[in-house]
């Protein structure tokens, strides 16, 4: 069998910050919960994937926008560390970069 020769995956899409929340319970409706753990990370289906195939020693690169903000800045970094390639990802100055808030059940993992 010929041997497959690594090519370049480009993954055009969002990129989001998930901001993920543990807590003991998941709130009702109107009612508040204090959060035991806090996380920030890379989210959006496009990132997920080139993360985990730069991971698998695929070569990888991201085609978006981020915003020229704090989380836009950790979105480019991240993917860098992770080894994605950024030339093309594009900062829009004076708009946020997307995000996500999350809240997860401590016992369950549920979202």
Known sequence: MPQCNPSTVVGIG?????????????????????????LRQPGGPVSTALVTLARLGISTSFVGK?????????????????GVDTSQLEVELGRLSRTTLVLIDQETGER
């Open 66 to 82: 981020v915003g020229d903000d704090p989380d836009g800045q950790f979105i480019k970094e991240e993917f860098e560390t992770e």
């Open 14 to 38: 969002m990129s989001t910050v998930d901001y993920l929340f543990i807590v003991p319970d998941l709130p009702a409706f109107g009612k508040s919960v204090r959060a035991t753990e806090y």
